[in-house]
């Protein structure tokens, strides 16, 4: 394996040459920070654009027969500068979040390592495990454009599952599918090419540890649904 030669083409190496890409990280992991930006400025650009693209007046009125029967309190917030806030933030704290329990997770799993990481050399690393979601960033204000914006809010995001089913806010399983990545299988993928790259585990084993936290938290987070 050959690292990258700079940070710009170790992004491009996390679709190029993922080991690559990882072994870089593993020398400069301060690098690290570069995806992480632009995992929490591409949702300041794509729901710019899909609020500058939507028929608003279309858009509250469909939000306000369905916020009617699951969140009335939320009618009198209604407006476009609060939504494009809310849906930026979500996000902002829903990425953050998500590479903070992964970092946190590998760093506990890899433990047992010969040569165990740090916790911030992981979170570089799940950093650069979220940044296909640029990606959908892409792909859902392109699929934007071509609908002329007419696209509910809660359906507009490619990253998500709900991106492609578009369940409505009063459905039940709404919320899981707006949470479950569409890109899920890629991160996983990410995610085993940095635990080979790092350790010296097992193929079988590091894909165990890449998949398990999805599985299990979206495979609980389901079963409560269906049994309540």
């Known amino acids: 394996m050959i ?3 700079n940070p710009l083409i170790m992004l491009v190496d996390i679709f190029r040459s993922p080991s690559s ?3 870089t990280l593993h020398k400069h992991a301060v690098w690290g920070w570069q995806p992480y930006l632009f995992l929490i400025l591409s949702p300041f650009l794509f729901w710019g654009a899909y609020f500058d693209m939507v028929n608003v007046e279309w858009l509250f009125a469909e939000l ?3 916020l009617a029967q699951t969140n009335p309190e939320q009618l009198e917030l209604l407006d476009a500068n609060t939504l494009m806030a809310s ?3 979500t996000d902002i704290m829903g990425r953050t979040g998500t590479i903070f329990m992964l970092a946190f997770w590998f760093n506990l799993a890899t433990k047992s390592s010969q040569q165990p990481q740090g916790f911030w050399r992981w979170f570089a ?3 650069v495990i979220m940044f296909p979601a640029v990606i959908g960033d892409f792909a859902s204000y392109a699929s934007a454009l071509l609908k002329h914006g ?7 995001d490619l990253n998500s599952l709900n991106g492609l089913i578009k369940l409505p806010l009063t459905h039940d399983w709404s919320q ?4 479950v990545p569409l890109l899920l299988p890629w991160y996983i993928v990410l995610g085993y090419a940095a635990v080979l790259t790092w350790t010296e585990f097992e193929r079988g084993q590091a894909l165990v540890i890449s998949a398990l936290p999805w599985l299990g938290y979206f495979t609980i ?8």
């Not at 899981?176 to 949470?179: D, E, G, L, T």
């Open 3 to 5: 690292p990258s030669s």
């Open 21 to 23: 890409a990882f072994l």
């Open 64 to 66: 306000s027969i369905q």
């Open 87 to 89: 849906e930026i933030i």
């Open 125 to 127: 690393a799940s950093s």
């Open 150 to 156: 007419q696209v509910m809010v809660y359906a507009a």
């Open 176 to 179: 899981f599918a707006s949470s």
């Open 221 to 228: 987070w389901a079963a409560f649904i269906a049994l309540t």
